[in-house]
């Protein structure tokens, strides 16, 4: 029989950190909290326990935000109504996070939570990794599956008693699976006390978009505890100067055809671009790229460097698109980049390699090295759109 | 003068036809050689613009194996006056955590400069962690998605602009600070003398990474002073469970497959494709 292993401190409840701009919500933030409901009210279940969905919302005259916290899924929201902290700002958000998580009040009397979700946008990639160096626990990164179940562990360091290895079996361990690499490996990232040392809160970034949010329920009812400001100067040492907003560059997400160059173009990524980029304009279309190019950062002529970044990005992690005619160059079709581009009515892919995945989610797939395809194909598109033009 | 330390890492090729993948799809590492991680590029390029402005020293530190002099031998090549590698076997396995402790506790030894820069997510791991942890246990102020800066040096100030989502934000910190480069930061040279600096720094930082010798030192364990509880595996919440391949998507259209070469079908391509962008 393995040995089951028993924390040393008191954990409970999965909290979520819930990102707002300008006192909206950013989207992932209430699909954190309808994953969260869900996985809470399996564990409750599967457990026999009642532990809660805990939001954590700051900002400055956020009555609303709280309120719709609680209809969203949270059973209890730890908020902080402060001007100071109106725009998020990594170092007060950090401390706030922290006092709150690691503090007793009027409804916690346990040490840290169990859990903890942030978005995996900007900010809160940010507050994730400074928030989990402050309370000196775990994080995965950019997941979009989540699960909680037992697990019977073997490692060289979390599991050795004495000189030997022991199988140990992990109660109530959150399974936080990312996709890694260009979307082709997915690695389940555990969070693990050892013999010495708890690590909890088990922590996670969530992908946006992975996740349902829940229906507003007026009827849904919650407690809301808040979180002293009592920060000093030095907390909020770097300001906000200025702030506007992004002219929002590349925005794919409403073209009628769209050219995508995938690490196809890796033999000579310049002209590769080139090449793509005539094909648009035949096209009327615009340029994607796949996130195999966003990671392969090619060196390319200076003048063509906006076409490889990552704004230009297609698929999970990038932008959404659903053009008329989606042209895909040399990308191989990783489940990832599918997401962004499978609702394209027309999909049209050119691949060297005959096997390459994104075949069986075409329309028409064309076998062949793009650098001898692409002009073809523009020339008889010339011909056939002569009309339209 | 404004000191900079720029942290690096030696990450697969990912470059087509240097990456090797086994049989079920993940990356064979063993295979696929090791260089500098893209993204850090940037931040080195930050610093080098800093150099060329206000003067000072540019530092570059990684952790890894002793073989990644290699790596900071490509950073001396974008810009670096010496370049510090943390290497010992217990520091192997660590996670983000563990790397900024041991990260921190190097430019601790080194001596803590002005800015430190890091650049966004190494092109393997992808967290984006490491940078934000390390300014958190040094207790530097942070500023992160960075596209371009500029130092007050009068003021002990940096102005820098920032990507926050929707936003650009234009952050003010007092000195020391930490840096976190955008893949989008672009350095600015706008005087003749600047620039004839920037092509003399240059040659000289290409001169000191050919013969990196004189101006590189590798730290174990030991002499950094760690806390063997603190690094590698043992100071590491995580851990990685398994890692398995994405299943493919199942087929949900049936490709019509025709040759590059059949010019006839390309032909037929071409006028599908017009009739559905008129449709």
Redesign the interface.
């Known amino acids: 029989m393995p040995l089951t292993w028993t924390s040393k401190g008191n954990y409970q409840d999965m909290w979520v950190f819930c990102e707002q701009n300008n006192n909206q919500f950013v989207p992932c933030s209430i699909e954190m909290l309808g994953e969260a409901r869900r996985l809470m009210d399996k564990y409750n279940k599967d457990y026999s326990a009642d532990e809660k969905v805990v939001a954590v919302v700051f900002g400055y005259q956020i009555d609303a935000l709280v309120q719709e916290a609680i209809e969203r899924g949270a059973d209890v929201v730890y908020s902080c109504d402060d001007r100071n902290l109106e725009h998020f700002l990594l170092e007060p958000y950090t401390k706030l996070i922290a006092k709150a998580a690691q503090g007793k009040d009027t409804y916690k009397s346990y040490d840290e939570p169990r859990y903890f979700l942030f978005p995996a946008t900007n900010n809160g990639r940010d507050i994730s990794a400074t928030a989990l160096a402050a309370l000196d626990s775990g994080l995965a990164s950019d997941s979009n599956l989540l699960y909680i179940n037992d697990e019977l562990i073997r490692h060289p360091v979390k599991t050795k008693r004495g000189d030997k290895v022991e199988e140990i079996v992990y109660p109530r361990i959150l399974h936080m699976k990312r996709p890694d690499f260009s979307g082709f490996e997915w690695s389940t990232i555990l969070c693990i006390d050892d013999e010495e040392k708890d690590f909890h809160p088990q922590a996670c970034s969530v992908i946006p978009g992975s996740f349902k949010a829940l229906e507003r329920n007026s009827q849904r009812k919650g407690i809301r505890i808040p979180v002293s400001f009592g920060l000093v100067a030095k907390d909020l040492r770097t300001k906000i100067v200025k702030r506007e907003a992004l002219p929002k560059e590349a925005d794919l997400t409403n073209k009628d055809v769209i050219v995508s160059l995938g690490r196809g173009i890796a033999k000579n990524p310049t002209q590769g671009i080139k090449l793509g980029l005539e094909l648009a304009q035949v096209l009327n279309a615009d340029v994607g790229i796949s996130r195999g190019v966003v990671t392969a950062k090619y060196p390319v002529d200076p003048a063509y460097m906006q076409y490889i970044r990552d704004v230009r990005q297609v698929g999970e992690t990038g932008q959404k698109v659903k053009p008329k005619v989606y042209i895909a160059l040399g990308i191989s079709g990783a489940i990832q980049h599918k997401k962004g581009m499978d609702k394209s009515k027309m999909i049209i892919s050119v691949n060297a390699d005959p096997n390459a995945p994104i075949k069986e989610f075409s329309d028409v797939f064309i076998e062949g090295d793009i650098f001898e395809v692409i002009p073809k194909l523009e020339a008889h598109l010339a011909r056939a759109l002569g009309g339209t033009k | 003068m404004v000191d900079c330390i720029v942290t690096v890492k030696g990450v697969p090729d990912?470059?087509?036809?240097k990456v090797h993948?086994k049989e079920d799809?993940?990356?064979n590492r063993g295979e696929t050689p090791t260089v500098l991680n893209?993204?850090d590029?940037i931040a080195l390029m930050a610093a080098l613009e800093i150099k060329v402005k206000h003067g000072g020293k540019v530092t570059v530190v990684s952790m890894g194996p002793l073989g990644y002099k290699t790596v900071l031998q490509e950073a001396l090549e974008v810009y670096g006056d010496d370049a510090y590698l943390f290497s010992d076997r217990q520091m192997g396995g660590a996670?983000?955590?563990a790397t900024?402790y041991t990260l921190g506790m190097g430019m601790k030894k080194i001596g803590l400069p002005d800015i430190v820069i890091s650049g966004f997510k190494t092109?393997?791991g992808?967290?984006?962690?490491?940078?934000?942890?390390t300014?958190?246990?040094l207790d530097y102020?942070?500023?992160?998605?960075v596209i371009s800066i500029e130092v007050d040096t009068g003021n002990r100030k940096v102005?820098a602009r920032r990507?926050?989502?929707?936003?650009?934000?234009?952050?003010?910190?007092?000195l020391p600070?930490y840096i976190i480069t955008d893949?989008?930061f672009e350095a600015s040279y706008r005087s003749a003398t600047h620039r004839l600096r920037f092509l003399k720094l240059q040659e000289e930082t290409r001169a000191r990474a050919a013969t990196i010798d004189s101006v590189f030192k590798a730290w174990n364990a030991t002499e950094l002073g760690l806390d063997p509880?603190k690094i590698g595996?043992?100071g590491?919440?995580?851990?990685?469970?398994?890692?398995?391949?994405?299943?493919?998507?199942?087929?949900?259209?049936t490709?019509?497959?025709?040759?590059?070469?059949d010019?006839q079908a390309?032909?037929e391509?071409?006028?599908?494709?017009?009739q559905?962008?008129?449709?």
């Open positions: 990912f470059r087509e036809g993948f799809n993940t990356l893209p993204s590029r996670d983000t955590l900024a092109a393997d992808e967290t984006g962690q490491t940078g934000p942890q300014a958190w246990l102020p942070i500023i992160t998605h102005l990507l926050a989502g929707e936003d650009i934000e234009e952050i003010e910190s007092p600070c893949p989008n509880k595996l043992k590491s919440p995580t851990i990685v469970n398994k890692v398995e391949a994405i299943p493919t998507a199942p087929r949900e259209r490709a019509k497959v025709i040759s590059g070469k010019d390309l032909a391509v071409a006028k599908q494709i017009a559905a962008i008129r449709g």
